[in-house]
């Protein structure tokens, strides 16, 4: 063989010794010690199959079980091999381990330090037999995603806890420590980790509450049912502000309290197990008509009131309902004395007893009867906390009501004053807020030891049926004085009737007059104002842009000015309309005045970056002036955004606005097309936008909406959705109600805006599937879930609305603490009672004895209109005359008034009308003859209505 072929042939085997050394390298010595310390342990190491004779893991060929990466061990699975023995303690050495997998085995001993072990992502280490955990067994598990330790022993004396050192392990999404013995309190610091969505910690030794720090976390599945020992206590309140929960375990616990009525934001939930607790109150509603829901099981609580009825698995044995029939309502009494128990927040002692459907059938414990109906209440000194409930009122027959020394709140609710039977009402020693409402001298009254009720100024007004409010100087009269109770002398009476019949006569011959005198002023300021008006104010007008012709480039856009009663075009309607100066100009004939887009461009001066007004999804809101002075809006799609979506939405909004007109909507002036660009001309709103005067008025350095201007700006929004409802002639949904599309003219009156993603709701039906669009924070969870439109997604949007009005916080801020990021949850569940409703009224607000009652009524509104349920959900015509009551109350107006509009209404009539004509530049009066000193007005002479008339005819 040659020299040269000897050469290659050497050359050859060095290569491939070199190649082979990188391929399939020996396995890492240190891995392999590790892996042979394992085998060694075990009592049976034959079940692994690993090669005695090969000291290569990594091959090839590869040792059973045994995954490699390079030369490094990466994973072992010997999950249900039926292995028995230790693992080694320095089992932390495979350093690149990712995967481990010693699941359902007999492994035993003491757990190694998993300490250092930064590329593991899966730890499944359950169904063993290990009996102690290193305390730095946590530590460096940066890249830990899964972690099982189910179902092993340890510590089993002790018990241990879950250290701080898991939280480094930022990505960690399951965790598993069912049946390990874990201790003491839920951890608090699982509340920070923001991937965890399975959280397993069932059978173990956990006590306490679940902490608010778990609020808002992304959890799917929670099991935290059967402790053993002390158990968990506390409310579910947390748990209803876990949105994202599809299974939940808390069965066998000690928790308390009533379901959450906010539970109805958790819309992916299917299995709710609440068995063996001791949770009271009535079963919401809003969480059997959950859409997901499959399996609830409420079994051994003290659940009350009827049981629901519904489609899916249900189990509800052994609590206090009230009826044994799914769907059948309680009495009347008993409904009544559960709303009572509601707002007392169900204590215990009494919900354990108040069971069945009739109190005076049954033991319960502080209600008495009479002849079958309830008579007396005596729950004195139980340390009730919460407010008195109106449906006291509605027990007929109460006699007696004892509540003295509890803790009761708020005010006596005023229907109490219609118990005919009523004779001793005893809240002493309660924290009662003012006005006490006037009972009758019949009722005895106890109020002593209410330190927020001013006192009455007779030592004994707290308890012979006076309220201390009686002395205020508007409520005089004692329950015990003659006068109150009807008595009188005959001379009073007689002196009375004369008087009376004095003051009759006189209003009889002075109304005439002065309404005579009310309609002759109102004729001359009708046409002194109308006369100039007519000169000071031309019609508005409407701007409607219209395309050019896109096969002939010469065409410039128009506009067309039209008067504001005409309606405008939708966008299935546009007309090309030959004109005598421009033969093929896109027009509507509706108007005199024809500009071009370049007025546009003029009006915002090419629209200037100082003219911004806002910033949309798909382009940029311009303030503009036209050449009379009039202010404009005009939108400016950015042609980088012009997608299908973009347009779809600007053909929406011409399409929908070119059919309405009221008032409480942003009109459109026109519209734009021209090569890339798009334009829509609306009204100018001079205060902007609802959410800057809410949200950032300190900043803007602007003063905070009073209360007055936000009932204002609910009711004039609300007009406006009842419009597109049910006024219109045709059905609008808006579908993106929000704060920001809200928008305030100089009088702060509203007016909705964006109309972009409205739909039209078909005729003869109730709902039509589209796809999601909205904001979040104001998006209906039926919307959400299904994609179908209704009327009612307006109103959940309404409801958020009126709730940013009252608490000046955003629907949705990420900012904000766990439990109050969702605005609606945390205000349904805020606005239960008094105290809490006036902690999240907006503190730029002065909240008065006054406005708190038109709070607590749109506060109700807000909830009912933000119900989970659509049909639990008024229609807008509804909240219109909730907010017209409040904000539209009428009072006279102060003495001050006639000096704003320039009117002294004192002066003689003939001397006022010289004055106005004086004004409006005529002199003459000689044909005006008012005799003022009889207080009469004669015959109008000839010529009268002329002598109002200015020489121009106007």
């Not at 219109?728 to 929000?738: N, S, T, V, W, Y």
Request: aromatic letters at 8%.
């Amino acid at each position: 063989m040659a020299l040269g072929n000897w050469i290659k042939i050497v050359f050859l085997s060095v290569f491939l010794c070199c190649f082979g050394s990188v391929v399939f390298g020996t396995t890492d010595a240190g891995d392999y010690a590790v892996l042979d310390e394992f085998r060694k342990g075990l009592a049976n190491p034959e079940l692994l199959k690993w090669p005695t004779n090969n000291r290569d893991p990594c091959g090839p060929p590869l040792w059973p079980h045994v995954f490699c990466s390079g030369s490094r061990v990466a994973q072992i699975q010997v999950q249900n091999l039926g292995l028995s023995g230790p693992l080694p303690r320095d089992f932390n050495k495979l350093s690149m381990l990712t995967n481990i997998g010693l699941q359902r085995n007999n492994f035993s001993g003491k757990l190694p330090s998993f300490s250092g072990l930064s590329n593991l992502q899966y730890a499944y280490l359950g169904n063993n037999q290990f009996d102690a955990i290193p305390s730095d067994f946590f530590v460096g598990l940066t890249s830990l995603q899964v972690l099982s330790l189910d179902m092993n022993p340890l510590n089993q004396s002790t018990g241990w806890v879950l250290p701080p050192d898991l939280a480094d392990s930022a990505q960690l999404m399951n965790l598993s420590l069912v049946g390990c013995n874990l201790a003491g309190p839920l951890p608090e610091f699982l509340g920070t980790m923001h991937s965890l969505s399975v959280l397993k910690l069932s059978y173990n030794n956990l006590t306490g509450t679940i902490p608010a720090s778990y609020s808002g976390l992304p959890l799917q599945i929670l099991w935290l049912n059967n402790q053993i020992g002390p158990k968990l206590t506390g409310s579910l309140d947390v748990i209803a502000s876990m949105t994202m929960l599809k299974d939940v375990w808390l069965h066998g616990n000690q928790l308390t309290g009533p379901i959450p009525s906010s539970i109805w934001g958790l819309t992916s939930l299917t299995r709710l197990w609440l068995n063996n607790n001791l949770l009271v109150g009535l079963v919401p509603q809003n969480l059997t008509s959950l859409l997901q829901l499959q399996s609830l099981q409420l079994d051994n609580n003290m659940f009350m009131g009827p049981i629901p009825k519904v489609s899916f698995n249900f189990t509800y044995a052994y609590n206090s309902f009230c009826q044994s029939t799914p769907g059948i309502p309680c009495s009347p009494e008993v409904t009544a004395l559960l709303e009572f128990l509601e707002r007392v927040n169900y204590p215990s002692k009494l919900a354990a007893s108040w069971s069945g459907n009739d109190p005076c059938a049954s033991l319960w414990s502080g209600v008495s009867c009479f002849d079958g109906k309830v008579s007396v209440i005596n729950l004195p000194n139980l340390q009730l906390n919460g407010t008195i409930s109106p449906s006291l009122g509605k027990l007929n027959d109460l006699v007696d009501v004892r509540l003295g020394g509890n803790n009761l709140d708020g005010m006596i609710p005023v229907n109490m004053t219609n118990l005919k039977l009523l004779k001793t009402l005893d809240l002493s020693s309660n924290n009662i807020s003012p006005p006490v409402p006037h009972f009758p001298s019949s009722v005895k009254v106890l109020l002593d030891g209410n330190k927020l009720l001013v006192t009455a100024s007779s030592p004994e007004s707290s308890s012979t049926g006076n309220s201390p409010s009686d002395s205020s100087p508007n409520n005089t009269q004692s329950h015990n004085s003659p006068r109150s109770s009807g008595s009188s002398s005959p001379d009073a009476n007689s002196g009375n009737r004369s008087r009376g019949s004095r003051k009759l006569n006189l209003l009889i011959v002075i109304v005439p007059i002065a309404f005579g005198v009310s309609i002759f002023l109102l004729a001359v300021l009708f046409l002194c104002f109308w006369k100039r008006r007519k000169s000071a104010f031309p019609a508005p007008s409407s701007i409607v842009v219209h395309p050019r012709d896109s096969s002939n480039p010469d065409n410039l856009v128009k506009i067309v000015v039209a008067n504001n009663a005409s309606n405008s075009i939708a966008t299935n309607e546009w007309q090309s309309i030959n004109s005598s100066h421009t033969s093929d100009t896109h027009l509507i004939e509706s108007g005199n005045l024809v500009i071009s887009v370049q007025v546009l461009r003029s009006a915002t001066r090419n629209f200037a970056s100082e003219n911004v007004l806002g910033k949309g999804g798909f382009g940029v809101v311009y303030k503009g002036e036209l050449h009379d002075g009039t202010m404009i809006a005009v939108k400016r799609m950015e042609s980088a955004v012009l997608s299908s979506k973009a347009l779809d939405e600007f053909h929406a909004e011409i399409a929908v606005l070119s059919k309405v007109r009221h008032r409480n909507l942003v009109s459109i002036l026109g519209y734009s097309i021209e090569e890339y660009e798009r334009l829509l001309v609306y009204e100018y709103m001079p205060q902007g936008a609802l959410s800057k005067h809410l949200f950032r008025w300190k900043q803007l350095e602007s003063e905070p909406l009073s209360w007055k201007k936000r009932m204002n700006i609910a009711l004039d929004v609300a007009r406006g959705m009842e419009y597109l409802h049910n006024l219109a002639h045709q059905c609008f949904i808006h579908r993106d109600l929000k704060s920001s599309n809200i928008l305030l003219g100089d009088d702060y009156r509203a007016k909705v805006s964006d109309f972009g993603l409205a739909k039209l709701a078909p005729d003869g039906k109730n709902s039509v599937a589209t796809r999601l669009a909205g904001t979040f924070g104001y998006l209906a969870p039926e919307y959400a879930v299904t994609g179908k439109v209704t009327k009612k997604i307006d109103v959940f949007s309404f409801g958020v609305v009126l709730m940013e009005l009252l608490t000046g916080l955003m629907a949705l801020d990420e900012n904000r603490p766990e439990e109050s990021r969702y605005l609606v949850s945390w205000f349904c569940q805020m606005k239960t009672t008094k105290e809490n409703l006036k902690s999240i009224i907006d503190p730029a607000l002065v909240v008065t004895d006054e406005n708190f009652d038109s709070i607590s009524i749109i506060a109700e509104l807000a909830g009912h209109c933000a119900a989970r349920e659509p049909q639990q959900r008024p229609d807008m015509g509804h909240a219109v005359n909730v907010l017209a009551q409040l904000a539209e109350k009428w009072r006279p107006m102060s003495d001050d008034q006639d000096e704003y509009l320039g009117i002294d209404l004192q002066q003689p009539l003939l001397q006022m009308v010289k004055g106005w004509q004086a004004a409006d530049g005529t002199t003459d009066v000689s044909s005006v003859s008012l005799d003022d000193s009889k207080g009469s007005i004669p015959a109008r002479p000839a010529g009268f209505a002329e002598s109002f008339t200015s020489s121009d005819g106007r």
